[in-house]
């Protein structure tokens, strides 16, 4: 077997991701309190489980499996390049929202996302066993949200909705934390609240749902993002990835509703 170094059809990634996201809740899903073995990766509430790298294991096996010259890049695992690279490389996080699994709050999942050589999102998929919900997309083909039973495909939230609702998340850096607070009147100006869910991946859905009608985030990791973001992109909302020149929202942008997701912007958020 050889590598297909071309570009797939996004749909066929999409099944994979699918299928890998899948196998990674499936291991979420099996929950208990005595065997999370949570302990802390570095920062003060930035904790990983047992659950976290079984979850990642999972993911990469279905992957390898069904794309072998895949390159795969996750939270808790060392990157893996095979030999000769298809120039598709999947970003996993296998466990968004570790501090929500640990106290049995509901907004975790797996995300799975693919990207190829040109930095071009092409599939994405946010899997949330405990919401019973799985949202995903494929580069042009819009983004859907199964649920219980039923399938609808997204459009983000209504520009013209009164109470806008922004998400959000903090740093585990205190410094950083505080910056943060202290920018929160600027950060919330034109927004009637603020919502603090603890998972990227899922308020980066839940834009795309409608449900929140902005996202913003200092200090996200490439994985954190990397599925939801897209999703949000497929349902029509604009999206600012980290990498791209940092500033602040506008009125123009808060008025039309937009997901952004910003790694260093010039100071706050």
């Known amino acids: 077997m050889s590598p297909n170094t071309g570009t797939p059809d996004p749909l066929e990634l999409l099944d994979v991701a699918r299928q890998a996201a899948a196998a990674g809740a499936a291991v979420l899903a099996k929950r208990s309190e005595d065997s999370l073995n949570a ?3 570095g920062a003060s509430g930035d904790w990983v489980t047992n659950y976290d790298t079984e979850a990642e294991y999972a993911v990469r096996e279905v992957i390898n499996k069904l794309r072998p010259f895949d390159e795969i890049t996750g ?12 120039g598709i490389r999947w970003s996993v996080d296998p466990l968004d929202g570790t501090t929500n699994f640990i106290r049995n709050i509901p907004f975790y999942a797996t995300s799975v996302a693919a990207v190829n050589n040109d ?3 092409l599939a994405g998929v946010v899997h949330a066993p405990a919401l019973v919900r799985v949202y ?12 219980r039973g039923s399938l609808r495909q997204l459009s983000g939230p209504d520009p013209q909705r009164a109470g806008k609702l922004l998400g ?22 034109g927004f009637a609240d603020l919502r603090r869910l603890g998972s990227a991946a899922l308020d980066l859905c839940m834009v795309a749902d409608g449900t929140l009608d902005a996202y913003i985030e200092r200090g996200l990791n490439e994985h954190d993002f990397a599925a939801g973001a897209l999703i949000a992109e497929e349902a029509g909302a604009t999206v600012h990835r980290p990498g791209t020149p940092a500033r602040r929202m506008d009125d123009a942008e808060r ?12 100071s706050g958020f």
């Open 39 to 41: 302990v802390n990766k």
């Open 75 to 86: 939270e808790e695992l060392e990157a893996s390049v095979p030999a000769e690279p298809s």
């Open 119 to 121: 930095g071009e999102w």
């Open 136 to 147: 995903w997309a494929a580069r042009g083909h819009g983004a859907w949200l199964a649920e």
């Open 168 to 189: 959000t998340g903090f740093s585990y850096e205190p410094d950083v934390r505080a910056e943060q607070y202290g920018a929160l009147a600027d950060l919330t100006a």
């Open 255 to 266: 008025l039309a509703a937009v997901t952004t997701a910003w790694l260093v912007p010039p």
